[in-house]
């Protein structure tokens, strides 16, 4: 299992940034999926999260209505789009599956919001 972030870097306030995660040596559609970050001196959070099937997402209420999580189960991928972003976004940023209580991570890529 492989999981490959890309995308991040340094933005404005106000501004948007696309993550992706690019997975391999598994097919991603049986796994749930999500994105987590860590800013400095802090605890991991979960940011969004989508689910197998339906596809039900979960969002951080921090997050609710400038963020989008969205799979790409052909392209093997997990994308997620920020808009509006402000300071306090800053953070690492890990790519994030499940499946049956088994969990795996990538690396993280930075996000840095700053004028």
């Known amino acids: 299992v492989q999981l490959v972030e890309s995308g991040g870097g340094l933005v404005q306030p106000g501004g948007s940034l696309r993550l992706s995660c690019a997975a391999s040596?598994?097919?991603?559609?049986?796994?749930?999926i999500g994105w987590f970050r860590q800013a400095p001196g802090k605890e991991r959070e979960a940011v969004a999260c989508?689910?197998?099937?339906?596809?039900?997402?979960y969002y951080a209420d921090s997050v609710k209505g400038r963020f989008t999580i969205s799979r790409d189960n052909a392209k093997q991928t997990v994308s997620l789009q920020m808009n509006s972003l402000k300071p306090e976004d800053t953070a690492v940023y890990y790519c994030?599956?499940?499946?049956?209580?088994?969990?795996?991570w990538g690396k993280g890529t930075l996000v840095t919001v700053s004028s």
């Open positions: 994030w599956v499940t499946r049956y209580g088994i969990n795996y």
């Open positions: 040596g598994f097919n991603l559609d049986f796994y749930g």
């Open positions: 989508i689910g197998t099937g339906n596809g039900e997402t």
